[in-house]
């Protein structure tokens, strides 16, 4: 059973950071990448960031510049840093994961795993 279990959500001012954490229960090189997929009510879900497993990444028009995923195998865990936060940002952040590499297609993946979210809010 895939779990992803997301940490690092919180309310922080426009112009802020916040580093995101996404604990995963199995080694992170059984899948063929990973990801960060934001959802704002009202709105559709935007995936922002992805990673495959040779370490490529693929980031959203909308973060690019501002948001870095990374990832580290040793504590099996992902990451997204988000810089200069904007209010636009606001919105249920959930950590994804694909096992299978033939559908890995960066922000593009439908990915076939996801956690439970955690939430990030930016006032202006």
């Known amino acids: 059973q895939v779990q992803l279990v997301e940490s690092g959500g919180g309310s922080v001012q426009s112009g802020g950071s916040l580093r995101l954490s996404c604990a995963a229960s199995?080694?992170?090189?059984?899948?063929?990448?990973m990801g960060w997929i934001r959802q704002a009510p009202g709105k559709e879900h935007e995936e922002v960031a992805a990673?495959?497993?040779?370490?490529?990444?693929s980031y959203a028009a909308s973060v690019k510049g501002r948001f870095t995923i990374a990832r580290d195998h040793d504590k099996n865990t992902l990451y997204l840093q988000m810089n200069s936060l904007k209010p636009e940002d606001t919105a249920m952040y959930y950590c994804?994961?694909?096992?299978?590499?033939?559908?890995?297609w960066g922000v593009g993946t439908d990915f076939e795993f996801r956690g439970q979210g955690t939430q990030v809010t930016v006032s202006s």
């Open positions: 994804a994961a694909e096992k299978n590499p033939l559908r890995c």
């Open positions: 990673i495959d497993n040779d370490g490529s990444t």
């Open positions: 199995e080694y992170m090189s059984n899948y063929g990448c």
